[in-house]
């Protein structure tokens, strides 16, 4: 790129990565500085990422649980992506989302595939066609990208963590958002049943939790079609010495404004996008996965420590 850069012969590059490729880590590339500190960007600047969909398919690859390597598609031995993953993160990541194939799709193809797509990025420009026909000028030299933004993109950060810009999406598409929150931890047994049923309109969830059995963890768990997966990310703070804590005032102000004097900043925080959810349903189904006294004047972890936990066990590796 920089070679072409400097031969002063082009206005524009167009970089097509292969149909497996995350866009994430391409922007990334731009930003990236060697070490000579060379980098991209003092070349190029990376003005919009594009993602094509398939109108017809998106639906039902949706809803697939098959790997990238079911399909043939991976980026090596060691790619254990699904097929909603990849779909995922290409859409999320977009500042121009150009929807293919509408010529082919039935209305009911349409209509789903345009709902998928604005729940997960209801901020991108939607450009509808047929063979990908579709102005120059709407994918070149827009501006859009923004390093920034693209970081926090994701319409369930949005509303995760309280962006005050944020408007929730029009009723157009039908869809609809909410954020679950408490602060008694869950029952894991109760909790992992939850996370098995299907949940009518239900697009894509994420947010970070906490079980009765494991104190100390911040799980974080991410929905996607038919692909629900759980993790650890990382300790509450509650669970930390406090001669560990950091020092700086930002730090403290943040601990702070999520402490609460029985459970510390342990808290279940998770967000649900969908098209006509029943919220009222899904929130009594979380709370029945609650377990502990609202009124309860302190935590003692070994009340909770014979509940039954399916739950994979969670390693410090895994939180790294």
């Known amino acids: 790129m920089r070679r072409l850069a400097e031969a002063g012969r082009f206005d524009y590059l167009v970089i097509e990565g292969t149909g497996i490729a995350e866009p994430l880590p391409i922007a990334a590339t731009f930003s990236f500085r060697d070490g000579e500190n060379r980098s991209l960007s003092d070349v190029a600047r990376l003005d919009t990422m594009v993602t094509v969909v398939d109108a017809v398919n998106l639906t039902r690859d949706y809803g697939s649980r098959d790997f990238l390597s079911d399909r043939g598609e991976t980026a090596g031995e060691e790619d254990e992506r699904t097929l909603v993953d990849l779909l995922v993160d290409q859409i999320e990541f977009a500042d121009v989302i150009v929807l293919n194939k509408v010529g082919d799709a039935t209305p009911g193809q349409r209509e789903s595939a345009r709902t998928i797509v ?19 000028e709407a994918i070149l030299d827009t501006g859009l990208f923004d390093e920034e933004e693209a970081a926090r993109h994701p319409l369930w950060y949005k509303e995760l963590f309280g962006r005050a810009d944020h408007v929730p999406e029009t009723e157009e598409y039908g869809i609809t958002s909410f954020v679950y929150r408490a602060r008694r931890p869950f029952h894991p047994e109760k909790f992992s049943a939850f996370l098995a049923r299907t949940w009518p309109g239900l697009i894509r969830a994420k947010g970070h939790f906490w079980l009765a059995t494991r104190p100390d963890w911040v799980g974080e768990m991410s929905l996607a079609g038919a692909i629900c997966r759980t993790e650890a990310v990382g300790f509450w703070w509650a669970a930390v010495p406090r001669a560990q804590w950091p020092h700086h005032e930002s730090w403290k102000g943040l601990i702070a404004r999520h402490w609460h004097r029985v459970w510390g900043d342990r808290r279940q925080e998770l967000v649900f996008i969908g098209a006509s959810l029943d919220e009222a349903t899904i929130r009594a189904a979380l709370d029945e996965c609650l377990v502990g006294s609202p009124d309860a004047l302190r935590f003692n972890p070994a009340d909770f420590a014979g509940l039954a936990d399916p739950f994979p066990t969670w390693r410090r590796a895994m939180a790294a």
């Open 118 to 136: 604005k729940a997960l990025n209801p901020t991108a420009r939607l450009i509808e066609t047929h063979f990908c026909r579709v102005e120059p």
